[in-house]
Structure formats: C-alpha cells, structure tokens
C-alpha cells in the first residue's frame, strides 16, 4: 500500500471579498510521487496549496499523514510540508544564507549540532554549499530560488511544495533548478505553467480549472492531449 501523505476531501474555499477560489476539491498525493498541478491564472492553484501546510485553513477537509490538519498542529504541518513560495523575496528574511536556512531548524528545537548539520544538508541537496555566510539579498533570483527550497528542506519535510519554480528564470537556471528539483529524495508537488518543466520532472498531472479539477492522470497522457491542454489554457511547445 501506498502512503497518503496529503489528502483532501470536499475543499471548497472563498476569500473574505466574496471570491470562491476552490470549489469541492478532491485528490490525494502518496508517498513518492511527483505531481505537477497546473492551471491558468487565477484557477487556484497557490490558494489550493496554501491549505496543503495550513497557511489557509478548511477544518476537516485535508489531512496530512492522515492526521486533520487545525490550529492545535500547525508547527508540526509546517514541519512536514515545505511550501516554497514563487517569490523568493517572501520567504527570505535574514542577514545571512545560514541564519534563513537554520530558522525552521531551530525554530523546531534542534540543539546547534543538529541545526548546523540540517543547514549543510539541505545546502547541499540544492547545490549551494558555501554560501552560509552570502547575504540572500545579494543572490541571483536562480540562487535565491535554491535558497528558499533549501530553507524548507532543512526541516527534512515528508512534501516539498513549490511554487511557479521557472518564473522570472532564464533557460539555463531553469534547467539547473530542474536538475536540483530531480535530485530530491522527497515527495513533491510543482505548480507550474511550463509544461516542458513539468514533463521533465512529473509523472503525475493535475489540471485546475475555476477551482475545480478539471483533470488528474499521467502526465504522459495528459500532456499528449493537445486538446485538454488548449481547453485549459495550455499549451506544450511545438517540437521542432
Ligand atoms: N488574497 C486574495 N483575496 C481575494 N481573492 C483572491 C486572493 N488571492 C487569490 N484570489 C482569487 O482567488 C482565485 C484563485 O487565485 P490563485 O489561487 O492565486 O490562482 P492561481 O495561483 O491558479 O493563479 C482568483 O480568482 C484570485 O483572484
Ligand atoms: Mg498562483
């Protein structure tokens, strides 16, 4: 049997103006998978995994590790679920390199052995070993890209969830995150517009549409169907 790590049941979600984001959403992410969701703008996809680690909350509608997620949990989801922001500027805060990737480490309690060697870690699963002391204000937006997954894989979360990761990349540091997103021995899921990093990294392909599923199968599939994919707002780059 395969573990559930994420499961949402019946999800709809409406901001405080009125705005219904998610409508009745259901799916389930298992241990080990790599699951692009993908969608036009505005479809709900960031509100949708803004509830996968509780930043919004729909009591009794998503558990993790089949646990309910509410306020009493919320340091433990965090934990457990990496959220990495599409502006890296959102998620790093500190002076130095070391201090954003050693904050959810200490954050949790670590003792400094166990803060240093999560921070070496997870700077070397992103390719960025030596950089503690570099301010990440001074980075370019790939390193700083690197830098926030890293801050989230200090934590040694069970998902990693990531936003938009190629925005504002150029090929090249497109290609080196693909690289350092493949390494990765964790469960993710990428939201994405760009079908050609989603086909390199996902076997797994969730259409949202209007806050609804509108699809959810193998990305080889789903990324063959040139008329889904039109119907959606999407579209694979012609082979040429
Ligand atoms: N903070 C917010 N307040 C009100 N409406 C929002 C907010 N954030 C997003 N929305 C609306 O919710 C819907 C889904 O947005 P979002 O989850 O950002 O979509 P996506 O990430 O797929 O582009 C859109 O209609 C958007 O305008
Ligand atoms: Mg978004």
């Given at each position: 049997?395969?573990?559930?790590?994420?499961?949402?049941?019946?999800?709809?979600?409406?901001?405080?103006?009125?705005?219904?984001?998610?409508?009745?959403?259901?799916?389930?992410?298992?241990?080990?998978?790599?699951?692009?969701?993908?969608?036009?703008?505005?479809?709900?996809?960031?509100?949708?995994?803004?509830?996968?680690?509780?930043?919004?909350?729909?009591?009794?509608?998503?558990?993790?590790?089949?646990?309910?997620?509410?306020?009493?949990?919320?340091?433990?989801?965090?934990?457990?679920?990496?959220?990495?922001?599409?502006?890296?500027?959102?998620?790093?805060?500190?002076?130095?390199?070391?201090?954003?990737?050693?904050?959810?480490p200490?954050?949790m309690g670590y003792s400094?052995?166990e803060v240093?060697?999560?921070?070496?870690?997870?700077?070397?699963?992103?390719?960025?070993?030596?950089?503690?002391?570099?301010?990440?204000?001074?980075?370019?937006?790939?390193?700083?890209?690197?830098?926030?997954?890293?801050?989230?894989?200090?934590?040694?979360?069970?998902?990693?969830?990531?936003?938009?990761?190629?925005?504002?990349?150029?090929?090249?540091?497109?290609?080196?995150?693909?690289?350092?997103?493949?390494?990765?021995?964790?469960?993710?899921?990428?939201?994405?517009?760009?079908?050609?990093?989603?086909?390199?990294?996902?076997?797994?392909?969730?259409?949202?549409?209007?806050?609804?599923?509108?699809?959810?199968?193998?990305?080889?599939?789903?990324?063959?169907?040139?008329?889904?994919?039109?119907?959606?707002?999407?579209?694979?780059?012609?082979?040429?």
């Amino acid at each position: 049997m395969t573990e559930e790590i994420v499961t949402i049941k019946n999800l709809s979600f409406g901001y405080p103006d009125g705005q219904q984001a998610l409508n009745d959403i259901n799916l389930t992410i298992y241990r080990g998978e790599s699951v692009a969701l993908v969608g036009p703008n505005g479809a709900g996809k960031s509100t949708l995994i803004l509830h996968f680690n509780g930043v919004l909350r729909s009591n009794g509608h998503i558990r993790l590790l089949g646990k309910p997620i509410d306020d009493k949990n919320l340091k433990w989801v965090r934990s457990k679920v990496g959220l990495v922001f599409q502006n890296p500027d959102d998620q790093l805060f500190s002076p130095t390199v070391f201090d954003d990737v050693a904050f959810g480490p200490i954050n949790m309690g670590y003792s400094d052995d166990e803060v240093h060697q999560a921070v070496t870690k997870a700077l070397e699963m992103v390719g960025m070993a030596g950089f503690e002391k570099r301010s990440p204000h001074h980075l370019s937006i790939g390193e700083k890209k690197r830098i926030a997954i890293a801050t989230v894989l200090s934590m040694s979360p069970e998902i990693l969830v990531i936003d938009e990761p190629s925005s504002n990349l150029d090929p090249r540091g497109k290609w080196e995150l693909i690289w350092v997103l493949e390494s990765l021995p964790v469960t993710r899921v990428i939201v994405s517009h760009d079908l050609e990093l989603v086909e390199a990294l996902c076997q797994r392909v969730i259409i949202l549409d209007r806050g609804q599923v509108a699809a959810d199968g193998a990305a080889k599939d789903i990324l063959a169907d040139k008329e889904l994919l039109a119907k959606h707002g999407l579209a694979m780059a012609e082979q040429g």
